[in-house]
């Protein structure tokens, strides 16, 4: 069951994150669903940011990253390889 508490979820169908609008630079209260990771190679990324196919809106504050990450480290969907890529920025 979800609730609109903020931070980490694993209760829902989904795992997720929850934060609420104005903690962060997202306009709106906003889920982050955790149960598919994807890599993203960073040139690809940094040349859709160049060429403003991908906007970039802010940027997490630091305890919000660090509880984002910790939450996905808990989804039972991360694969070993991608909970290694993240997991330096667990705090």
Do not use: N
């Not at 104005?22 to 889920?31: E, F, H, Y």
């Not at 955790?34 to 160049?50: G, I, K, M, N, W």
């Not at 660090?66 to 330096?88: F, N, R, W, Y």
């Amino acid at each position: 069951m979800y609730t609109y508490r903020e931070g980490c979820q694993m209760d829902g169908r989904f795992p997720c994150f929850y934060l609420r609008q104005g903690r962060c630079c997202l306009p709106k209260d906003t889920w982050v669903q955790l149960d598919h990771f994807y890599e993203v190679d960073a040139t690809e990324l940094a040349q859709r940011v160049l060429s403003k196919r991908v906007v970039p809106i802010g940027a997490l504050p630091y305890i919000l990253r660090t509880e984002l990450v910790k939450c996905a480290l808990e989804s039972p969907d991360i694969m070993g390889t991608h909970a290694a890529a993240i997991a330096g920025f667990a705090g």
